[in-house]
């Protein structure tokens, strides 16, 4: 395993086994890398990352559904606006959750596992615009964000030199709770025996079944740090902060195709049984995507992977306008569920890397998860909204890539500040 220390703030290669490997994080503990008890708590965050950002994916779902049924008399983006809502707070809640576990451990997943439950319950008896916001917006948000980051942290705990593969397995979790969540939801909801409410409330069970798995096989490892909350200090460094902006704007243009594909097939005539596995098809290459990216990071670098994938969804993001056939449109999906997975799986490890000591790193993930929140929170609205005021799709993917974009140049500018090699592991 390399090893790393800071001076003035910036890191230094120190190993003479591998010179070109630059992190920030200390690595004073020793790291498992593997073994039954790490590979249980990957398996309790792959469960949570399933039931949290892979039932958030299927929200296109819940999108047409709405538009079509209750909430007929909104607007796309006023809807849309409920899974803003529900992303946005996945990340805030980050910032309650991250500091919790590395003062108190595995135990405080235990409320919000039960909420997130009772908000997906709650979800299939409302009618209403405000219900829908709270249940599934506000409450499945918040439960979502205080469960993911504590998990994200408790992986960390057990890989050091394998954690951008460990984790890209954990999220991949979300690809494959996206494949499955949209392609159940259609068929039941399809269902006139089911209808809308027992359609959500089997898709509860399935969530209560999996955090039952997260509650009994994530444990932490490092002993609880004590001190302040929140370490608003490590702003101070630049590679911290400009990870976390980078990974903003990435965020602000990623979840554009989850919300519109669908209602964007179907516009260029796509039959809209062949529409609603788009979401699916996505998330399927996503799992490729979420986990073959981090074994190669943790060899050749966990940023300049982070940067290529950044780099090639925006090019996609650019070139969806273009797709207006059938085939175009799947190969799209399937090209861009593969690299946008690349960027969900390596944020946590790259804020990781930059992280001075593993028992900080719950608080600096829910730092930076915190500001990530505004992204989820606004992009697809912004999308929506130039949707309606344009007609067309064009503007909606123009800003979606050109933020990307920027986020990749800010990642890239993280990445030099820790080594001006260009051809260094970092």
Known sequence: MSTSQLSNDR?????????????????????????LRAWMVVLGAFCVSFSTFGYMNAFGVYQDYYTEHFLSNETSSTISWIGSVQVC??????????????????????????????????TSLCKKYYQF????????????????????????????????????????????GGVIFPIALSKMLRNES??????????????????????????????????????????ARAPY??????????????????????????????????????????????????????????KIGRYNILIITGVCSGILLLCWIATTSNAS???????????????VSLMSPCIAQVTPSPDQIGTHLGMSMAIIALAGL???????????????????AVFSGV??????VLVAAARFCLQAKPLAIV
Request: charged fraction near 10%; charge should be positive.
């Open 133 to 176: 916001m709270l249940a599934q917006g506000v409450l499945g948000g918040i439960a979502s964000g205080m469960l993911f980051a504590p998990v994200m942290t408790c992986v960390s705990h057990y890989f050091h030199t394998r954690r951008a593969a460990a984790l890209g397995v954990t999220v991949s979790g979300s690809s494959i």
């Open 329 to 343: 449109i799947i190969v799209f999906a399937g090209l861009y569920g593969f690299f946008s997975g690349g960027i």
């Open 11 to 35: 890191a230094t290669p120190s190993s003479s086994e591998a010179p070109d490997r630059v992190e920030l994080e200390k690595p004073t503990p020793k790291f498992p890398e593997g073994g």
């Open 241 to 298: 902060t400009l990870v976390t902006l980078g990974i903003f704007f990435m965020m602000w243009g990623l979840f554009t195709p989850f919300f519109y594909l669908p209602q964007y097939a179907q516009s260029y005539g796509m039959e809209s049984q062949l529409a609603s596995y788009l979401l699916s098809i996505l998330n399927a290459a996503s799992v490729f995507g979420r986990i073959l990216p981090g074994m190669v990071a943790d």
């Open 403 to 408: 933020v990307m974009f920027f986020g990749s």
């Open 194 to 235: 089911l209808g809308f409410g027992w359609s959500v409330r089997i898709v509860g069970f399935i969530i209560l079944f999996m955090v039952l798995i997260a509650m009994i096989t994530v444990r932490e490892r490092l002993p609880p740090r004590s001190g302040k909350v929140l370490l608003p200090r490590a702003f």
């Open 378 to 396: 606004t992009g697809t609205p912004i999308c929506g909204a130039l949707l309606e005021r344009y007609g067309g799709y064009t503007q909606a």
């Open 89 to 122: 707070f996945l990340f805030a809640g980050s910032l309650i959750g991250g500091p919790l576990f590395d003062r108190y451990g595995a135990v405080v997943i235990h409320i919000p596992a039960v909420a997130i439950v009772f908000s997906v319950m709650m």
